[in-house]
Nanobody, 128 residues
Framework: QVHLVESGGGSVQAGGSLRLSCLASGDTYSSYDMAWFRQAPGQEREGVAAINTADRTSYADSVKGRFTISQDNDKKMLYLQMNSLRPEDNAVYYC??????????????????????WGQGTQVTVSS
């Protein structure tokens, strides 16, 4: 199990950028696939971007070309660079982790049910 703490949220105007960070502690970071999810008021929590231990990535269609997920294994840090932000990106953003599966060559999932460790979330507000 890993403990996750997000930071970097805030308020920005449409078209602006933010960089979210997630610090992991506890278990061996390199054994985990990582992801960012978000939840808007009254909406289901949805997967935004994911990265596996081989640095293979997956993105939701709504953020492709605008968001970039990355990680630093030595620092146990996960990042989400968000550019060209839109009002519809307003949400609480969560960092999530799951133990990597035993098989190789897989795309990391974006389903909530695939991840078992969660941070507390950080608010992102985009004004038009």
């Amino acid at each position: 199990q890993v403990h996750l703490v997000e930071s970097g949220g805030g308020s920005v105007q449409a078209g602006g950028s933010l960089r979210l960070s997630c610090l992991a502690s506890g278990d061996t970071y390199s054994s985990y696939d990582m992801a960012w999810f978000r939840q808007a008021p009254g909406q289901e929590r949805e997967g935004v971007a994911a990265i596996n231990t081989a640095d293979r990535t997956s993105y939701a269609d709504s953020v492709k070309g605008r968001f970039t997920i990355s990680q630093d294994n030595d620092k146990k840090m996960l990042y989400l660079q968000m550019n060209s932000l839109r009002p519809e990106d307003n949400a609480v953003y969560y960092c999530a982790a799951r133990r990597r599966p035993i098989w190789a060559n897989y795309a990391p999932p974006l389903s909530r049910a695939s991840f078992g460790d969660w941070g507390q979330g950080t608010q992102v507000t985009v004004s038009s």
